[in-house]
Structures are given as C-alpha cells and as structure tokens.
C-alpha cells in the first residue's frame, strides 16, 4: 500500500475528522504540518494550492491520489480499506450516519471555521468576543437538532448509530472539542456529552485529539 501523507493543522476540525477515521483503521500515516496562521497562512501558499486549489485542510495523499474535503476523505478509506467499517451495511443505516455527519460538517462547522472568523472581524469590525457569540449560537442550533434526532431514533446507541463509532461519531467530536474551546454549555445535550466520553475512551480518537498532535502549540 502506498504511504498515506495528511497534510493537517493541529486545531482544524476537518483533519481531525480525518485522523480519527484513519487511527479507526489502524492506518499508518505521515501527517505534513499547514500552519493555518503563520506567515498569514501556509495554506495560501503556491505550493499548498497546488496540492489544494481550496486552500484548505486537510489534504491526503495516496500515491498518485490526492483528496480534498474529509468526508470524501473518509469515505475513500472506508472504500479502500473496508474494516472496521464507518458506514452501516444497510442503505438506511448509511442514509442516516451520512445525514448526522453533515449536519455538523456541512451546517455547523462552515458557519464557524477560521476563515469565517477572521472575515467577520475585518470586515465588519467584529471584536473577538461577538464572534465567538456567533459560533456558539450556530453550535446551539445545531447541537439542538442533532440531541433530538440521536433521542427520537432507536437506531442510537452506545454511539451516534448502534454501538460502534460511524462517520457521524468522527464529525462529532471535533465539533465538541470546538464547542469545549469556546466556552459553549453542553447542559442541554446529555446525549452528545455522553457518546463523547464514549468515543474519548477509545485509543483511536484519544490519538487525534489536537493536544496530541505534533505541532500543537
């Protein structure tokens, strides 16, 4: 098998998806440092956006494969390396994981990344506190909803689907690192806080946690 490389930034959510998801299958992997905020940036580089044109992390490179986007990411891995699998085996199953790992990676985390951040503050001013009311309040919409479906659905269980971790844990939890980072009460989502601890106690997610990567400041 070729060398698998993530170019990865310690504190992206997104390439924490994708560390988890490749520790899940016991996937050796060299991890590239793109400092997200030294020198303005090391993803706008030339020689980042040629790897990337979005100027984005993660990256993962496959031999002559190179993948954007983490849930592309995953999927691709799960594809090339079917055990254990992120996906159910039933097409409901796999309907329903893909719709609680989007929630969180398509309608939360967008709205409270770095470059959102850092487009509020120059161009409408915002002061570091206000931004991070908003995070929290598009966290709190988001989280509300996902508590909801996980309570309504007998298809949870130890996990966000039965009782082992599927793509919708992987999109989860560093949604919650973030949450935890900013302040945002989880009170009011016991469900989340508790498939938290769950995946938390596995080696695989302990592993990517950001404060265990290499370049963590």
């Not at 508590?147 to 992987?170: K, N, W």
Request: a negative charge.
């Amino acid at each position: 098998m070729s060398e698998l490389i993530l170019y990865s930034y310690w504190r992206s959510s997104a390439a924490y998806r994708v560390r988890i998801g490749l520790n899940l299958k016991s996937l050796p992997y060299r991890q590239n440092t793109v400092h997200l905020l030294r020198d303005g940036g090391e993803q706008r580089s030339a020689a980042y956006r040629a790897l990337n044109p979005q100027a984005l992390v993660p990256t993962l490179q496959h031999g002559n494969v190179v993948l954007s986007q983490s849930l592309a990411i995953l999927e691709y891995l799960d594809e090339i390396h079917p055990a254990p699998a992120l996906l159910p085996a039933d097409a409901a199953g796999r309907a329903r994981v893909r719709a609680l790992a989007q929630l969180v990676a398509c309608d939360i985390h967008p709205l409270n990344n770095l470059r959102v951040g850092q487009y509020l503050k120059a161009e409408y001013t915002l002061e570091q506190a206000a931004v991070e009311d908003w995070m929290r309040h598009w966290m709190r919409e988001g989280f509300a909803a996902m508590e909801a479906a996980l309570v309504q659905s007998p298809e949870t269980g130890e996990f966000c689907h039965g009782d082992t971790p599927t793509l919708a844990d992987i999109c989860l939890i560093p949604q919650l690192y973030n949450a935890h980072r900013f302040g945002l009460d989880m009170a009011a989502y016991p469900t989340l806080s508790a498939i938290e601890s769950r995946c938390l106690a596995l080696p695989a997610f302990a592993a990517a946690r950001p404060e265990n990567q290499p370049d963590a400041a």
